[in-house]
Structures are given as structure tokens and as C-alpha cells.
């Protein structure tokens, strides 16, 4: 599995940089960016981060106060890396329990060190293929690779599978949204979709159309944020030829 990160950054070009030296190792996934402790706040809460990068220039004061705060909202903190340009805020972010303090402009050997050390001290585990639907002493195991996608319906779920059958599990579309793995994203209240099987996604009409599916899924506004990441990763995959 990756490591799923966010950045708090007011600086543009610092933030590409970083992102750019992240996706040479292959195993981050950047879930959102933000500009201030605030919107940072709300993204840790949203996204759920396994890392926080926190460049720490004139607003080191809200943003380590902010880390503080997250102990009040979560029994897990993310791990946070800070950035800066001098020395200055690497006593606070020690004092924080920041895992490592990154100087600029980056040292690319100080930051494969970093990352070395991340995988040995925080290893991700893969994400199980099998998931197991339990209903009292039923147990149904579904092969997550043959999942097409999953459709809330009132307080049960239904899995549309590669086969076209459907099976019903009785809880509701969150319980699943943390368990499946890194290839299934919430798109919209009532879907979560297998992306190994987008095969379009049409911003103009907020849908997308699955391989084997005869009718495209809604994506909402308030899933946006997922379909343009979504876009980005699937674009990487591919051969662009823009009209």
C-alpha cells in the first residue's frame, strides 16, 4: 500500500518541488493540499493521512499549535515531517514529536535517508484481496479484485461484481470506505468504485462509465476533489493524446 500524504504550504513552487521528489519513490499518494493551519486542520480531519508535511515559514506559530490540536479529534496523529528554510523551527517541531525536519532548497540524500527510515519504523502493510461479508454465522468472502463497485442502499451495501451478481452486506457504505484497498475511491454519498475499471470519466456530466457497467455512475461536487486526483493518477497510467 502507499503512503497517503497532505501538504500544508502557502508556497506553490515549495509545494510542486516536494511533490515532484515524493513521486520518484513511487509509494506516496498526496490525498490534498492547503495554505493555512485552518484548511490544513480539515484536510488531516477529512483525509486521514498516514503523513503531514508542514512547511513551517511565518505561520510556524498557528500551524504547530494546530498539531496540538489534532490530539483533541484523533486517537491516531499522522506523521508529521515539517519544512523550512533554516533551522530556526526545528527545536518546536522536535519538542511536537515531528518524525524528521526537511531543509530547503531539499537535499535529495538527506530525503532518501528520511524515507528509508519512514518504511523500516512505519511499514505499510498490504491490503488484503479477500473481503469478508459476515451476517450472523454466514460468511461470504468476495475476491476485491472482482468488485466492480459498491451502492449504498438505505443502511446495507451492495457489491456489483465482475460476474454481474450482486451481493448485500448489512452496513453501511462508510464501514467498507476504510477497508478495501487503495484502488477503491468514494465518488459520490451512494458509490465507491474499483478505478481498475473506470473506463471514462466525463467532468461536463459528473459521471464516469465502468468496464462491464451498461449505465455511468454520478460522481457529486463534494467528491470532486477525489475525481480530479483519480484523474491525475489514471492520466499517469496512459498514453495522452490531447485534441
Not at 69 to 84: C, T
Request: charged residues 25%; proline residues 4%; contains cysteine.
Amino acid at each position: 500500500m502507499d503512503y497517503s500524504y497532505t501538504i500544508i504550504d502557502s508556497d506553490a513552487v515549495s509545494k510542486l518541488q516536494l511533490q515532484s521528489f515524493l513521486e520518484e519513490y513511487g509509494d506516496f499518494d498526496c490525498v490534498g493540499f492547503s495554505k493555512t493551519a485552518n484548511e490544513g486542520l480539515n484536510n488531516v480531519l477529512k483525509f486521514n493521512p498516514d503523513i503531514v508535511f508542514v512547511h513551517l515559514n511565518d505561520q510556524a506559530a498557528p500551524l504547530l499549535q494546530m498539531v496540538i490540536e489534532l490530539h483533541q479529534y484523533m486517537s491516531q496523529i499522522p506523521i508529521f515531517i515539517g519544512l523550512a528554510k533554516t533551522k530556526n523551527y526545528a527545536y518546536e517541531a522536535i519538542k511536537n514529536n515531528f518524525f524528521d525536519y526537511w531543509l530547503q532548497p531539499y537535499n535529495e540524500f538527506d530525503i532518501r535517508k528520511s524515507i528509508l527510515k519512514l518504511r523500516k519504523t512505519a511499514p505499510k502493510e498490504k491490503a488484503p484481496e479477500t473481503l469478508c461479508l459476515k451476517s450472523y454465522n454466514d460468511f461470504h468472502f468476495l475476491d476485491t479484485r472482482e468488485i466492480l463497485y459498491l451502492q449504498a442502499d438505505n443502511n446495507t451495501t451492495e457489491f456489483f461484481m465482475a460476474d454481474g451478481t450482486v451481493n448485500n452486506a448489512y452496513k453501511t457504505l462508510k464501514t467498507f470506505e476504510k477497508k478495501l484497498p487503495k484502488n477503491f475511491v468514494r465518488i459520490h454519498q451512494s458509490y465507491i468504485v474499483n478505478t481498475d475499471y473506470i473506463s471514462r470519466i466525463n467532468f461536463g456530466k459528473n459521471n464516469c462509465a465502468l468496464k462491464s457497467v451498461a449505465k455511468p455512475l454520478p460522481f457529486s461536487k463534494s467528491y470532486r476533489e477525489n475525481m480530479d486526483t483519480l484523474k491525475q493518477i489514471l492520466s499517469k497510467k496512459s498514453v495522452s493524446n490531447l485534441n
